[in-house]
């Protein structure tokens, strides 16, 4: 690293952190380094044959463009996947503000769904909430961070992983792995949903207060994408909700064409959707399926759970017929999973039995009300988990109780998905901008 002094460094160049990036450099904030644990975009393959490897950092979703970056590219223009208390009234605003800035990287126009169109409905126990969503795809989505990224007239770094941060009274001080100290006037930590290891260093470094979250845990639920099409016509991302007694179970993320996939999030592999092109359907489609665990009591069963999927697992997956799921048998041996590295289990032993119990029925019920259909080659994956970081107490711009240190998007346990963790980004960087 050339020069050791700098007004910002950005730690992490996922959506937040490259969003926070952009908008200080277009302000004229250029003593700006951001640095990235993975590689660059062209750099990032996944080596993956048979099983996850667990790679460090691993190249599905640390890398220039983060999670996003290799995710289906959905982006969620509704108020969804940000924490009410940080949504504020300026969020549609920026939302459009953050597809212009999509728009000029793609060179290509889309049209961005009004953020007053988002619609809710019931049908029978189940509540349904159609928020706009734009598509663009795996491929897509990386060229635009990539481009992002190149265009930034900053200092960039990338397999540089922050170890440790500090304040001296002046300056922030980061840690890298080999030995090298930078240090700046103000600091983002952006560092995605899967940092279980920097977070918890600056959260006691600084003593900052978190707040419990409401963790999700399920399954992604796999089947022909024509067993899906009543989902697909309410749209890219339909959410669909059902109470129960712990919280409610719902649909998170609806992935049309794509495919499952696995990844790494800290000590754990999860599995996730990830849709190559938009122009390159698969012939199946995909859903999370979660339950949102509201009760306290039950909330520590999640991450129990997938202590215990790891013991016992280790880096594989689990997956099962869902028609022996919902039948109660055991596991059908003459399908086999697509999921390369997933091992076939009944879920009833890994999962606490509400959770289990809960999705059982509320599968029953897409498929009473005609979302799903069933067909012998459906099948269900896990671990899937969501909001599982607790909640650091920062402000709608991501800025802590230390004056200048900035926790923006996943890693801050306000946001998850794309749209929502660019907006932080945005924000922080307007905050700095003001107070420089
Ligand atoms: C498979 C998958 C599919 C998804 N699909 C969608 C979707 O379609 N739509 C949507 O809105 N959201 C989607 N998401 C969620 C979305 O990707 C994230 O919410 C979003 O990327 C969060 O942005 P972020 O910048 O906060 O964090 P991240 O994107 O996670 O980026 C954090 C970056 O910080 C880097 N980093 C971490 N620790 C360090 C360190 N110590 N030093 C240096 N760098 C570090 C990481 O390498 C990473 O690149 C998906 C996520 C996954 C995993």
Known sequence: MSQQLYDVIIIGAGPAGIFAALELASSGIKRVLIIEKGQEPSKRKCPREEVCLGCDPCKEIEGVGGAGGFSDGKLCNGPVGIDKNILGEDYPTLVRYVND???RALGSVYDIAL????????TGRLSI?????VRLGSLEIRRVFAKIFD???????????????????????????????????????????CDFVLRERVVKNFSLKTFPNTPQIGVRLETFSK????????????????????????????????????????????VGGRLYSIR??????????VYKVRSREKASLVMQSLREIKERVGLKTLSQ???????KQRPSSSISSRLAGSIIVNFENFYPSFVVESIREFIEDLIENGFLSLSEEAFIYGPAVEWLLSKIEVDKSGETSVPGLFI????????????????????AARKIVETL
């Open 101 to 103: 800035a999509f728009i």
């Open 115 to 122: 953020f007053s169109q988002t619609v809710s409905f019931q």
């Open 129 to 133: 909430t159609i928020t706009p969503v």
């Open 151 to 193: 265009s930034l007239p900053i200092s960039k770094e990338t397999g540089v992983e922050a170890t440790d941060v500090s304040f001296d009274g002046d300056y922030f001080s980061v840690e890298t792995r080999g030995g090298g100290i930078v240090k700046s006037q103000r600091l983002i930590v952006a560092t995605g949903k």
């Open 227 to 270: 067993n899906t099409e009543k989902l697909l016509e309410m749209g890219p991302n339909p959410k669909i909700k059902r109470e129960f007694e712990y919280g409610h179970v719902k649909t998170h993320c609806f992935n049309h064409g794509g495919e499952v996939m696995a990844y790494k999030c800290g000590q754990f592999v999860l």
């Open 280 to 289: 390159h359907l698969t012939d199946f489609s995909d859903l999370n399926i």
């Open 321 to 327: 017929d869902l028609i022996s799921f919902l039948s």
């Open 408 to 427: 923006i998007g996943d890693v801050s346990g306000k946001t998850q998905g794309i749209i929502a963790a660019s907006v932080m980004g945005v924000r």
